[in-house]
C-alpha cells in the first residue's frame, strides 16, 4: 500500500492542525485577494457589508494554488514574519480569505499592516 505524501506546504494547514504555541499570541486576518496583478500590494478596504479588512493584490494567478500561496508570503513579508507563521484557514477557492497569524500580537499585525499598506 502506499504511502500517502505530506504536502511541504506547512502555510496551508486545516484548521483543526493549529496549535497555540506556549508565550506566542495567535489571531485571524480576514483579507480580499486580487490575484494575477502586476505588482503586490496592500490596501485598507471593506468587505461586502461594510466589515473592515484588508485587500492584497499578489502577482500569482488564480489557479491551482498559486493565489493562495502568494498571498500567505505577501502577508508574511507585510508583517515582517516567516510564511509558517501565516496559515490559510478558510477561503482556499475564494477571493475572500481567513489567515491565522501566529509569532506576534495582533496590535503589532494591524500596526505592521498598516505601515505596509498603501495610501492610494
Known amino acids: 500500500m502506499a504511502k500517502a505524501r505530506e504536502s511541504k506546504k506547512a502555510s496551508f494547514r486545516r484548521p483543526e492542525d493549529l496549535i497555540s504555541r506556549e508565550g506566542e499570541s495567535e489571531w485571524t486576518l480576514v483579507i480580499a485577494v486580487k490575484p494575477g496583478q502586476s505588482r503586490c500590494f496592500l490596501r485598507r478596504g471593506e468587505l461586502e457589508g461594510g466589515a473592515p ?34 496559515t490559510l484557514v478558510s477561503g482556499q477557492g475564494s477571493r475572500i480569505k481567513r489567515l491565522a497569524i501566529a509569532g506576534l500580537t495582533e496590535t503589532e499585525g494591524i500596526h505592521r499592516l498598516t505601515g505596509a499598506s498603501d495610501t492610494d
Open 53 to 86: 479588512s484588508w485587500i492584497v493584490g499578489v502577482k500569482e494567478p488564480a489557479r491551482e494554488g498559486r493565489a493562495n500561496a502568494g498571498v500567505v508570503r505577501a502577508v508574511a513579508g507585510f508583517l515582517g514574519i516567516a510564511p509558517s507563521s501565516v
